[in-house]
């Protein structure tokens, strides 16, 4: 691959990536919002889902170069097969967190975390892998793997910070929330689908 190619791939990735982090933080806010109908408003219950969150996000990390490891000729598929699962889950949250607090009702509250905390672990460990997946990929195409996977972090992490910000300033004043979760699984299908007509056959 040229080195223009690689550049050009890099820009790509990183654009997505952006979008990445950004619906990620979407999911959050939004996921945090619903689930204070059922824990309440208080730093227990925003500990408790912040704590949920990255816990599912850190392992995906760690399984997600286990993952690329064992499957290094497919890893953009898999990267977009991740974007396409998170996208569909997206579409469910909703609803699925107004069932979950529905037959969680009257249970304790280590029950209740517990429950959340089996269904978020999915969506969660697949956007926890999709950086150590593109750190896969980079390492057999680019030499300079440390400044592209800097590249890779520092803007999906600068994605995740606008998504805050969107959700927290501009999209809870337009769309419902039911709306804004949408819109952030539209931007995981938009992902997948794009990058796998860009890489998906390379």
Not at 150 to 159: D, E, R, S
Not at 179 to 189: G, H, R, V
Request: hydrophobic share 55%; net charge positive; aromatic share 16%.
């Amino acid at each position: 691959m040229s080195r223009n190619s690689l550049k050009n791939m890099l820009a790509n990735l990183v654009a997505l990536f952006f979008i990445s982090g950004f619906s990620a933080l979407i999911y959050q806010v939004s996921w945090q919002r619903l689930l204070f109908t059922g824990f309440g408003v208080d730093l227990t219950s925003i500990t408790v889902i912040i704590s949920i969150f990255m816990l599912g996000l850190g392992i995906g990390a760690f399984f997600g170069g286990r993952i690329a490891d064992r499957f290094p000729k497919k890893i953009i598929l898999l990267f977009c097969c991740i974007e396409l699962l998170i996208g569909i889950f997206g579409f469910m949250s909703y609803s699925a967190i107004h069932w979950l607090q529905e037959i969680m009702i009257h249970s304790s509250m280590f029950i209740m975390i517990f429950g959340v905390f089996l269904l978020l672990l999915i969506p969660t460990f697949l956007m926890g892998s999709t950086l150590p997946l593109l750190t896969a990929f980079f390492n057999h195409h680019i030499s300079n793997i440390g400044e592209s996977i800097g590249q890779l972090y520092f803007y999906n992490t600068l994605g995740a910070a606008m998504g805050a910000l969107s959700t927290g300033f501009i999209l809870f004043n337009f769309l419902t929330l039911s709306q804004t979760l949408m819109l952030a699984a539209s931007f995981n299908i938009l992902i997948s689908l794009s990058i796998f007509i860009l890489y998906g056959r390379k």
